[in-house]
């Protein structure tokens, strides 16, 4: 239901009425571009924590996958249950990094694709019952890729399946914040050691509450942050070989987690245009942000079409999508 909701605002481009042209179950599957997109990202990630597992011998459970009813996503992600410790540091870190590589290297060509799928459409003159979506770096490339940059007055709408890679990205940088039982954690530890790493989580989970008062949508993720380290404290389970410093391979791959978790943060999710907004400014928007309407599921980001012409003529026909049936 969530997919078909996402593709039925991508065709309403922000209109409040008027026809789909699309009938339940034809809009249902083309609910899979979203449904499927995010599924992938998500279990991925969560298959390369569990064969990494495997591959170590460590008993961990196959995925789970945390539904929500909330439109805006449909799932509040996944997870393994890892059901012995894990004895060595080289295991730590390579079950650790393992999901958020898989995870990204999904991510990354959906984000592509759906951003190519996506198309430019005039913003409404009331954009009061918007919200917009922050861009992280990876997501500013490939809008610059396919778009450049946007005139005023237009956003590029959203595909399904570039706003499923949005979430994929916000959901590999989450977990490789450098905190507890997190990916990040794991790599923390692994790489820097108890005292450093319990420093580390420290610090971050002091950012986390300046992000949560700088954008609101960081307050759920700061709740969960410190009721985390409430339940398992600050400190990571110690290894038996805590002392034995990692190899250079998995120092560059470490290198490779930091790479990831710039290329996928943004420091604002999620807020109303009109914190940002004043009420004289006109309805451009610069090219460092996304927007999708409030209590609807479409999703805009601010890139250029060719020309104004071409932008105004699109309807649901003439977009550049691919068919999944009927």
């Not at 571009?33 to 961990?60: K, M, N, P, Q």
């Not at 079950?95 to 459409?121: D, E, K, N, Q, R």
């Not at 990205?169 to 954690?185: E, K, M, R």
Request: net charge neutral; with cysteine.
């Amino acid at each position: 239901m969530v997919g078909a909701s996402q593709y039925a605002a991508f065709l309403a481009d922000f209109r409040s009425s008027g026809p789909l042209h699309l009938s339940g179950p034809a809009l249902l599957l083309r609910g899979v571009w979203y449904s499927g997109t995010i599924l992938a990202i998500l279990g991925c990630h969560e298959l390369g924590h569990y064969f990494a597992c495997r591959y170590y011998d460590v008993d961990a459970s196959l995925p789970f996958f945390i539904p929500v009813p909330i439109f805006l996503t449909g799932t509040m992600g996944a997870f393994i249950r890892i059901r012995e410790p894990i004895p060595q540091k080289r295991m730590l870190f390579d079950i650790g990094i393992a999901g958020p590589i898989a995870g990204f290297l999904v991510a990354v060509p959906t984000l592509f694709v759906g951003v190519w799928l996506s198309h430019v459409v005039k913003l409404p003159a009331d954009q009061s019952n918007m919200m917009e979506l922050g861009e992280p770096l990876l997501f500013k490339l490939a809008s610059w890729v396919f778009w450049g940059t946007p005139p005023d007055g237009y956003s590029l709408n959203m595909h399904p399946m570039a706003f499923a890679a949005w979430f994929g990205l916000l959901a590999t940088a989450l977990n490789l914040f450098p905190i507890g039982q997190l990916d990040g954690g794991h790599i923390s530890y692994a790489v820097l050691g108890s005292r450093m790493s319990t420093a580390v989580t420290f610090i971050t989970v002091a950012v986390v509450m300046g992000l949560a008062w700088f954008a609101s949508s960081w307050i759920v993720w700061t709740v969960l942050t410190v009721a985390m380290l409430i339940a398992f404290g600050p400190r990571h389970p110690r290894v038996f070989d805590e002392e034995q410093p990692l190899d250079r391979s998995r120092l560059a791959l470490a290198v490779f987690a930091v790479a990831m978790f710039v290329l996928s943060f943004t420091p604002a999710p999620i807020r109303p245009i009109d914190v940002i907004q004043s009420p004289q400014k006109p309805a451009g928007r610069s090219a460092s942000a996304g927007i999708r309407e409030r209590g609807r599921i479409g999703e805009m980001s601010h890139l250029s079409y060719p020309t104004l012409q071409d932008a105004e003529r699109i309807d649901v026909h003439d977009r550049p999508t691919l068919k999944l049936g009927p």
